[in-house]
């Protein structure tokens, strides 16, 4: 009976655990996507990297302190902001007419 009431205690503490393993992997794979972008783009205005550096900062300090929302939010920012960056950069040349 104990052993039935221990494996359903663990059971259920995996459980709960799950989603914090899921936002935590969410927020290290968000700061890998943006080390990559800021790597591979490397035409991005100095002062656009300055301010995503220290967003990138921010995230990384709320990662450590376990604050994997707070990491999430600002690397889905961050994200969102290379995208735009991106797109404006290769959209500028495309029309000749």
Same mark, same amino acid.
């Given at each position: 009976?104990k052993?039935t009431?221990?494996?359903?205690?663990?059971a259920?503490?995996?459980?709960?655990a799950?989603? &914090?393993?899921? *936002?935590?992997?969410?927020?290290?794979m968000?700061?890998? $996507?943006?080390?990559?972008?800021?790597?591979?783009?490397g035409a991005?205005s /100095?002062?656009?990297?300055?301010?995503?550096a220290?967003? &990138?900062?921010k995230a990384?300090?709320?990662?450590?302190s376990?604050?994997? $929302? /707070?990491?999430?939010?600002?690397?889905?920012? &961050?994200?969102?902001?290379? /995208?735009?960056?991106?797109k404006g950069?290769?959209? *500028?040349?495309?029309?000749?007419?």
């Open positions: 009976m052993g009431a221990l494996s359903a205690l663990f259920a503490a995996t459980l709960l799950s989603p &914090v393993f899921a *936002a935590d992997d969410l927020c290290t968000n700061m890998q $996507k943006i080390n990559d972008a800021m790597a591979t783009t991005t /100095e002062g656009l990297d300055k301010a995503m220290e967003q &990138v900062d990384k300090a709320a990662q450590a376990g604050d994997t $929302k /707070e990491c999430i939010a600002i690397t889905s920012k &961050v994200l969102q902001r290379l /995208e735009k960056t991106e950069s290769g959209s *500028a040349g495309g029309s000749g007419a």
